[in-house]
C-alpha cells in the first residue's frame, strides 16, 4: 500500500469516526436536557400566550362524555398534524344537548355557514421543526398527555 493511500484511507476513517461520535454526542446531550428539565411535559411545549377562544370550551367537561382525543380530533393524512373538530361533529351532540346556551347558538351559526370556528391556536411548534403527531401516537404509541398535559383538568 502506497503512502497516500493509506494516509488517505486513514483520513476518511477518521472523519467518519468523528462524524458518527459527533451526531451521539448531540444525541445524548439532547436526551439529558430533555430529561433534566425541573418542568413537567405540558410546560416544555411552546404554548402561545393565553387568548380567548371564539367559543368558550371546556376539555374537563366534555372529557367526561368522550373519552379518547381522537374521537374529536381527526389526523388527515399525512398525519402532520392532530384537527381542530369538524363544527358537523359538535353539532352530532349540540343539536340536541344545550343548544339553547349562547356558546353553542354560535357555534350552530358557524355550523350552518359552513365555517370554520377561528379556533386560537395554543401549541406551536416552531418553524424548524417537522413533527408527526402519527409517529409519535400511532407508531411510537405516546398518550396525548405526555406533551399536552393533562387536558381533562382543563
Known amino acids: 500500500m ?12 477518521l472523519l467518519v469516526v468523528t462524524a458518527l461520535l459527533a451526531r451521539a454526542m448531540r444525541l445524548v446531550g ?7 428539565s425541573n ?13 380567548a377562544q371564539p367559543i368558550p370550551f371546556s ?3 366534555h372529557t367526561r362524555f368522550v373519552q379518547r ?3 374529536c380530533h381527526a389526523m388527515p393524512d ?3 398534524d392532530m384537527t381542530y373538530p369538524a363544527e358537523a ?3 352530532e351532540c349540540h ?8 356558546a353553542v347558538v354560535k357555534l350552530a351559526e358557524y355550523w350552518k355557514e359552513q365555517k370554520p370556528v377561528p379556533w386560537v391556536q395554543i401549541y406551536k411548534v416552531p418553524d424548524y421543526v417537522f413533527f408527526s403527531h402519527k409517529v409519535h401516537w400511532k407508531k411510537a404509541g405516546i398518550a396525548c398527555e405526555v406533551c399536552h398535559g393533562s387536558v381533562t383538568e382543563r
Not at 2 to 13: A, E, W
Not at 30 to 36: I, N, P, W
Request: charged residues 20%; glycine residues 8%; contains cysteine.
Open 2 to 13: 502506497t503512502y497516500k493511500k493509506h494516509f488517505f484511507g486513514s483520513l476518511l476513517t
Open 59 to 61: 376539555h374537563k367537561l
Open 30 to 36: 439532547v436526551g439529558l436536557t430533555a430529561q433534566s
Open 69 to 71: 382525543c381522537e374521537d
Open 95 to 102: 343539536a340536541t344537548i344545550k343548544n339553547g346556551s349562547p
Open 78 to 80: 399525512p398525519g402532520w
Open 39 to 51: 418542568q413537567p411535559p405540558s410546560k416544555r411545549a411552546v404554548e402561545q400566550p393565553a387568548r
Open 89 to 91: 361533529k359538535c353539532m
